[in-house]
Nanobody
Framework: VQLQASGGGLVQAGGSLRLSCAAS????????MGWFRQAPGKEREFVAA????????YYADSAKGRFTISKDRAKNTANLQMNSLKPEDTAIYYC?????????????????????WGQGTLVTVSS
């Protein structure tokens, strides 16, 4: 599976961006796609995840209420709609796929669980 992230850019605080992750190759229902981010000098952190079948979504506390993850199976794409952006959201955002379904939500927050990664897209939020 190859992943291509896009949609990053520069936005003012309070603004919105929509990130997309296009997957090429087979994406069975047993896959889950996640978004992570890494700010300068910080560790990569989980943002959100969505199972490729009609399953639940998962969010980091920092994303709840502001970000929405969704999938378009016809286009093999997962999107991350980010609203009410804050300067602390500034980071490189990565999409990733893990070949596993589990009811353990903590599993999806762990970056080392993921099998495939996209190249990242930069989001900069100015104050």
């Amino acid at each position: 599976v190859q992943l291509q992230a896009s949609g990053g850019g520069l936005v003012q605080a309070g603004g919105s961006l929509r990130l997309s992750c296009a997957a090429s190759g087979p994406t069975p229902n047993s896959y889950t796609m996640g978004w992570f981010r890494q700010a300068p000098g910080k560790e990569r952190e989980f943002v959100a995840a969505v199972s490729w079948y009609d399953g639940p979504t998962y969010y980091a506390d920092s994303a709840k209420g502001r970000f929405t993850i969704s999938k378009d199976r016809a286009k093999n794409t997962a999107n991350l709609q980010m609203n009410s952006l804050k300067p602390e959201d500034t980071a490189i955002y990565y999409c990733a796929v893990v070949r596993r379904l589990t009811s353990d939500s903590d599993y999806y927050t762990q970056s080392h669980r993921y099998d495939y990664w996209g190249q990242g897209t930069l989001v900069t939020v100015s104050s």
